[in-house]
C-alpha cells in the first residue's frame, strides 16, 4: 500500500484525489503555485507544498519541482489529475526512474495513445472500427485532397498531437482543405509541437459517446458504462449523462466489448476511456483513447457505485480490480454540469474575480466536487471549471428535474457562470427527448 501520495494538480480534481487518499488512509501532499496559497486542496490536504509561481509552466508544469517535493515530503506516488501533466509521457517515465509511482499508465502507453494517428493505426489493426480517414499523417496538401475526393466532403482536419477540442479544422471544398491544412499544420506545431496532421470523414450530427475503462496490471480490463458527452462548445463538453438514450443496450453491450478490445490492443493500464463518435444510423467508431482519469469521470460513479480514483490507485498499487465484468451494473441516470466562470450571456466569454458567497445545492441525489468557497478569487491563470454539478435519478426525467433544482439552489456571486445556459438546456425539447447532437448547442444557443 502506498503512505503517502503527492497530488500534482490543483482545483476539484486536487481536492477529489484528497478524499480518495483519505479514505484509503493514504497521506496526501498538495502542491500549489504561490497565487493558490488560499486553494482549498491546499487546506484539505495533510501536507502542502509551494512549487513556484503562477504561471503553469514554472509550477503546476514544473516537472524538477514537483519531484523534488515528491522526495522532500516522501512521497511514493504522484497522482496526476487531468490535464497539465497528465498525458505528459515523460513526466510518467521521470517518475518511475526517481523510484516514484506514477499513477496512470506508463510512458510508452501515455506515447501510443496520445498520438492520434498511432491509435487510430492501433485501433484499425485490432478491427475497433475508425472514422475513415488517411492512414498514418499526411504532409502533403495533394494526399488530403486525394483523401476528400475518395471519401468525400465535408473532412476534418485533426492534429495528432491535439487536445481539448482544439486543432480541427472543418472542409467543405478542395479550397477550404487546402487552406486548412496548410493553417492546421503551422498550429499543431506551435500548440502541440507535433506538426503531424490527419484528415478524416466529418460526421455530421455525431453522438460523442465514451467508455470507462479500468485495466490492472494483471491482464485484467473491466468497461465501467458509457457516458453521452454530445453536449459541446467549440469541441468541449460542457454537460455529461450516463448512460446515453441514443443506443440501446443491444449497441451498448457491442461498444463496451469494442472499448475492452481496444484497450487489450493498447496494453493500456490504469483508468482511461475510449472516445466514439456514434452517426445518425447509430454506427459507431473510435475517435480516441484518454490516458487519464476525466473530469466527467464522477458520472460514472454515479451510476456505477464504484470510486473511479480509488479504483486508479489500486491499479497503481499492483492490485487487481476489485470487480469483473459481471460484478458491474449501472442503476439509474447521472448528469454532470460543468459550472465554469464563463458568461454564456456573452459567448462564453470567461469571467472571475472573488466569489462573493457560495451556497452549494444538496439534497437526495445530488454531488458536488469544487474547490471554491465563500471569499476564494478564482485565478486567472487556470481553466474556468469552478464546480462539478452531478445530479442522480432513478430515471431520466427525476434526473432532470433535479439537475433544475439543484442548479436554481446553487448560488455562486460575484461572476458570472454558466448555470443560466445548463437551466437553458434543461427546457429544451429535443435536450429532454434524447435529441441532442454535438452540434446541438451551436445551432440552438443564441444566449440568455
Ligand atoms: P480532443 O482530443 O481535442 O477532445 P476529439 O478527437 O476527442 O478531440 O474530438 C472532440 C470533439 O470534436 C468530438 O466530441 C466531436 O464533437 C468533434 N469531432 C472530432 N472528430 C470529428 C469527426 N470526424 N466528425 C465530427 N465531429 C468530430
Given at each position: 500500500m502506498f503512505k503517502r501520495i503527492l497530488i500534482a494538480n490543483r482545483g476539484e480534481i486536487a481536492v477529489r484525489v484528497i478524499r480518495a487518499c483519505r479514505e484509503l488512509g493514504i497521506?496526501?501532499?498538495?502542491?500549489?503555485?504561490?497565487v493558490d496559497a488560499n486553494s482549498l486542496h491546499v487546506s484539505e490536504a495533510d501536507t502542502a507544498i509551494c512549487?513556484?509561481?503562477?504561471?503553469?509552466?514554472?509550477?503546476?508544469?514544473?516537472?524538477?519541482?514537483?519531484?523534488?517535493?515528491?522526495?522532500?515530503?516522501?512521497?511514493?506516488?504522484?497522482?496526476?489529475?487531468?490535464?497539465?501533466?497528465?498525458?505528459?509521457?515523460?513526466?510518467?517515465?521521470?517518475?518511475?526512474?526517481?523510484?516514484?509511482?506514477?499513477?496512470?499508465?506508463?510512458?510508452?502507453?501515455?506515447?501510443?495513445?496520445?498520438d492520434k494517428v498511432a491509435a487510430r493505426t492501433i485501433m484499425e489493426d485490432a478491427g475497433v472500427p475508425v472514422i475513415p480517414g488517411t492512414r498514418g499523417a499526411v504532409t502533403k496538401e495533394r494526399q488530403a485532397l486525394t483523401f476528400a475526393a475518395q471519401a468525400g466532403y465535408p473532412v476534418i482536419v485533426k492534429a495528432a498531437g491535439g487536445g481539448g477540442g482544439r486543432g480541427m479544422r472543418i472542409c467543405y471544398t478542395d479550397k477550404e482543405l487546402t487552406q486548412g491544412f496548410q493553417?492546421?499544420?503551422?498550429?499543431?506545431?506551435?500548440?502541440?509541437?507535433n506538426p503531424a496532421v490527419y484528415v478524416e470523414k466529418y460526421i455530421l450530427n455525431p453522438r460523442h459517446i465514451e467508455f470507462q475503462i479500468l485495466a490492472d496490471q494483471h491482464g485484467?480490463?473491466?468497461?465501467?458504462?458509457?457516458?453521452?458527452?454530445?453536449i459541446q462548445r467549440r469541441h468541449q463538453k460542457l454537460v455529461e449523462e450516463a448512460p446515453s438514450t441514443f443506443i440501446t443496450d443491444k449497441t451498448r453491450a457491442a461498444m463496451g466489448k469494442i472499448a475492452v478490445r481496444?484497450?487489450?490492443?493498447?496494453?493500456?493500464?490504469?483508468?482511461?476511456?475510449?472516445?466514439?463518435?456514434?452517426?445518425?444510423?447509430g454506427k459507431y467508431y473510435f475517435i480516441e483513447a484518454n490516458t487519464r482519469v476525466q473530469v466527467e469521470h464522477s458520472v460514472t460513479e454515479a451510476v456505477a457505485g464504484l470510486d473511479i480514483i480509488k479504483e486508479q490507485i489500486r491499479i497503481a498499487e499492483g492490485e487487481t480490480l476489485s470487480v469483473a465484468q459481471r460484478d458491474i451494473s449501472l442503476f439509474g441516470y447521472a448528469m454532470e454540469f460543468r459550472i465554469n466562470a464563463e458568461d454564456p450571456a456573452n459567448d462564453f466569454r470567461p469571467t472571475g474575480g472573488t466569489v462573493e458567497f457560495f451556497n452549494p445545492p444538496g439534497g437526495p441525489g445530488v454531488r458536488v466536487d469544487t474547490h471554491i468557497y465563500s471569499g476564494y478569487r478564482v485565478p486567472s491563470l487556470y481553466d474556468?471549471?469552478?464546480?462539478?454539478?452531478?445530479?442522480?435519478?432513478?430515471?431520466?426525467?427525476?434526473?432532470?428535474?433535479?439537475?433544475?433544482?439543484?442548479?436554481?439552489?446553487?448560488?455562486?456571486?460575484?461572476?458570472?457562470?454558466?448555470?443560466?445556459?445548463?437551466?437553458?438546456?434543461?427546457?429544451q425539447d429535443d435536450f429532454v427527448a434524447g435529441r441532442a447532437t454535438t452540434n446541438f448547442v451551436e445551432q440552438n444557443y443564441k444566449g440568455v
Amino acid at each position: 500500500m502506498f503512505k503517502r501520495i503527492l497530488i500534482a494538480n490543483r482545483g476539484e480534481i486536487a481536492v477529489r484525489v484528497i478524499r480518495a487518499c483519505r479514505e484509503l488512509g493514504i497521506e496526501s501532499v498538495a502542491v500549489y503555485s504561490t497565487v493558490d496559497a488560499n486553494s482549498l486542496h491546499v487546506s484539505e490536504a495533510d501536507t502542502a507544498i509551494c512549487i513556484g509561481p503562477g504561471p503553469a509552466e514554472q509550477s503546476y508544469l514544473n516537472i524538477p519541482s514537483i519531484i523534488a517535493a515528491a522526495e522532500v515530503a516522501g512521497a511514493d506516488a504522484i497522482h496526476p489529475g487531468y490535464g497539465f501533466l497528465a498525458e505528459n509521457a515523460r513526466f510518467s517515465d521521470i517518475c518511475s526512474t526517481c523510484g516514484i509511482t506514477f499513477i496512470g499508465p506508463p510512458p510508452e502507453v501515455i506515447d501510443r495513445l496520445g498520438d492520434k494517428v498511432a491509435a487510430r493505426t492501433i485501433m484499425e489493426d485490432a478491427g475497433v472500427p475508425v472514422i475513415p480517414g488517411t492512414r498514418g499523417a499526411v504532409t502533403k496538401e495533394r494526399q488530403a485532397l486525394t483523401f476528400a475526393a475518395q471519401a468525400g466532403y465535408p473532412v476534418i482536419v485533426k492534429a495528432a498531437g491535439g487536445g481539448g477540442g482544439r486543432g480541427m479544422r472543418i472542409c467543405y471544398t478542395d479550397k477550404e482543405l487546402t487552406q486548412g491544412f496548410q493553417t492546421a499544420q503551422v498550429e499543431a506545431g506551435t500548440y502541440f509541437k507535433n506538426p503531424a496532421v490527419y484528415v478524416e470523414k466529418y460526421i455530421l450530427n455525431p453522438r460523442h459517446i465514451e467508455f470507462q475503462i479500468l485495466a490492472d496490471q494483471h491482464g485484467n480490463v473491466v468497461h465501467v458504462g458509457d457516458r453521452d458527452c454530445s453536449i459541446q462548445r467549440r469541441h468541449q463538453k460542457l454537460v455529461e449523462e450516463a448512460p446515453s438514450t441514443f443506443i440501446t443496450d443491444k449497441t451498448r453491450a457491442a461498444m463496451g466489448k469494442i472499448a475492452v478490445r481496444a484497450t487489450e490492443a493498447a496494453a493500456y493500464v490504469g483508468a482511461g476511456t475510449i472516445e466514439f463518435l456514434v452517426d445518425e444510423a447509430g454506427k459507431y467508431y473510435f475517435i480516441e483513447a484518454n490516458t487519464r482519469v476525466q473530469v466527467e469521470h464522477s458520472v460514472t460513479e454515479a451510476v456505477a457505485g464504484l470510486d473511479i480514483i480509488k479504483e486508479q490507485i489500486r491499479i497503481a498499487e499492483g492490485e487487481t480490480l476489485s470487480v469483473a465484468q459481471r460484478d458491474i451494473s449501472l442503476f439509474g441516470y447521472a448528469m454532470e454540469f460543468r459550472i465554469n466562470a464563463e458568461d454564456p450571456a456573452n459567448d462564453f466569454r470567461p469571467t472571475g474575480g472573488t466569489v462573493e458567497f457560495f451556497n452549494p445545492p444538496g439534497g437526495p441525489g445530488v454531488r458536488v466536487d469544487t474547490h471554491i468557497y465563500s471569499g476564494y478569487r478564482v485565478p486567472s491563470l487556470y481553466d474556468s471549471l469552478l464546480a462539478k454539478l452531478i445530479v442522480w435519478g432513478r430515471d431520466r426525467t427525476e434526473t432532470i428535474a433535479r439537475g433544475k433544482r439543484a442548479l436554481r439552489e446553487t448560488l455562486i456571486e460575484g461572476m458570472a457562470t454558466t448555470i443560466p445556459f445548463h437551466l437553458w438546456l434543461l427546457d429544451q425539447d429535443d435536450f429532454v427527448a434524447g435529441r441532442a447532437t454535438t452540434n446541438f448547442v451551436e445551432q440552438n444557443y443564441k444566449g440568455v
